[in-house]
């Protein structure tokens, strides 16, 4: 298809996304417990990729550069890269397609997505629409696969010498497998991979926005996002005041229960596995002095329902301080100074996003500057947008996604020498 006709298509698939808001929604949460609301979000967002790059499709621009002999003139063009490898995770089971996909098909790429084994159902729905929306056959495809043959199916994915180009969002071990698997034809990469999001609050923040903020950035999806806060630092002059309202709006704001609730904030967590890794957390930090403000255990309401959980007295030898947790617990560590706190957001070998609350004008250059992450939210827990470069640094990560940025992954650019003229 032509650029014109890749546009076109693309916001055709975006408007059927917009009208099938509700029941796309409600697969989501059928398949990972996300509730309603946020699902209903997801779709939005998801949708909105498709209709950013719709409009990106034809602004593939090349250049025509001034050569140094006057019978010659250089040209630049940029061409697809091929077809498209789309590993998806199961926590955004609709936007991480969208935006690697919505890229790749602006490019004019095909692609082949392998969804997240616990939630293959929002793939498939997608991949009706496209069809509805005049996408032909054969240009957006679906590999669902069972936990079982996943590695296989990845491993398949990266060495075949027909695909061009892997992308993958999930945890930085499975990257680093991948990774070493497109080696050996030398794929293009892109990478989005685990996070360690510090959030500092300095002695000049307004607490009040700070605790909303906290409560966004942390407790999303029940703390299951790559972006989702994992330490809380919060320096020593305000910090009793913020975890004593931090905990205040966790108990009166946040209500667990059934995703398809109307009152629930946060759903389960995906399998037992992940609770017991909030568990393991909570119980090392314990042993070593740190003290539950509120929540801490299991919900009643079954063993994949956890309360959200807030630690003070945390200290940076705690495994939840060390370790990525993706579920509802915030520890919150106390700081004096600027420095220390710059050096503790540091200490970690991901840098996915960070965050920082301050009033201090040029504090904010500073720590802005300073922190070894992608994307920085500056008075701001959600960062996330269409039009924003997303990724990491570090371990987090290689390349952008979304943005004008976003489609240049799946774009080659080839060099053209045109002369005897």
């Avoid at 006709?5 to 698939?13: A, D, K």
């Avoid at 990525?324 to 503790?344: Q, W, Y």
Wanted: with cysteine; proline share 4%.
């Amino acid at each position: 298809l032509c650029s014109q006709e890749r546009s076109v298509r693309l916001r055709r698939w975006y408007e059927l996304m917009v009208e099938n808001r509700d029941g796309l929604a409600r697969i989501i949460t059928a398949e990972n417990g996300k509730p309603l609301k946020e699902a209903q979000g997801e779709i939005l967002y998801s949708a909105s990729f498709l209709e950013w790059f719709a409009e990106e499709a034809r602004r593939v621009y090349g250049d025509v550069i001034p050569a140094s002999a006057k019978d010659r003139r250089i040209l630049v063009l940029k061409q697809p890269v091929g077809v498209a490898a789309i590993i998806t995770p199961w926590n955004f089971p609709s936007a991480m397609i969208t935006r690697k996909v919505g890229a790749a098909l602006a490019a004019g790429c095909t692609v082949v997505v392998k969804p997240a084994e616990d939630t293959p159902l929002s793939a498939l729905a997608l991949g009706e629409l496209a069809n509805q929306a005049g996408i032909p056959a054969g240009v957006y495809n679906v590999v669902p696969c069972s936990r079982q043959q996943t590695p296989v199916v990845g491993e398949v994915l990266c060495t075949d010498p027909l695909v061009a180009k892997i992308s993958f969002t999930g945890s930085t071990a499975t990257g680093k497998i991948l990774l070493k698997h497109a080696a050996g034809t030398v794929k293009r990469v892109s990478m989005e991979l685990g996070g360690h999001a510090p959030f500092i609050v300095f002695d000049s923040a307004d607490v009040d926005r700070a605790v909303a903020g906290a409560l966004a950035s942390k407790y999303r999806n029940s703390g299951q996002t790559c972006v989702c806060t994992n330490r809380f630092l919060v320096q020593k002059g305000i910090h009793d005041k913020f975890v004593e309202k931090f905990a205040k709006a966790i108990e009166t704001e946040l209500h667990v229960g059934s995703g398809f609730d109307a009152k629930t904030t946060q759903g389960p967590l995906i399998n037992e596995k992940a609770v017991e890794k909030v568990e393991r957390h909570i119980n090392d930090a314990v042993s070593q002095g740190a003290s539950i403000v509120t929540g801490g255990k299991r919900h009643s309401l079954g063993k994949n329902f956890f309360e959200p959980t807030l630690l003070s007295n945390v200290t940076t030898k705690m495994l939840c301080t060390q370790e990525e947790t993706f579920g509802p617990l915030a520890p919150v560590i106390k700081f004096e100074t600027e420095a220390e706190a710059i050096a503790i957001a540091n200490a970690a070998d991901v840098g996915l996003a960070g965050y920082f609350y301050s009033q201090d004008p040029a504090q904010i250059w500073r720590v802005a500057e300073q922190l070894e992450v992608g994307m920085v939210g500056i008075n701001e827990g959600i960062v996330s947008s269409v039009e924003s470069p997303f990724g990491g640094v570090k371990q987090s990560g290689l390349g952008r996604e979304g943005s004008k940025y976003g489609i240049d992954e799946y774009l080659e650019i080839k060099y053209v020498c045109f002369g005897g003229l």
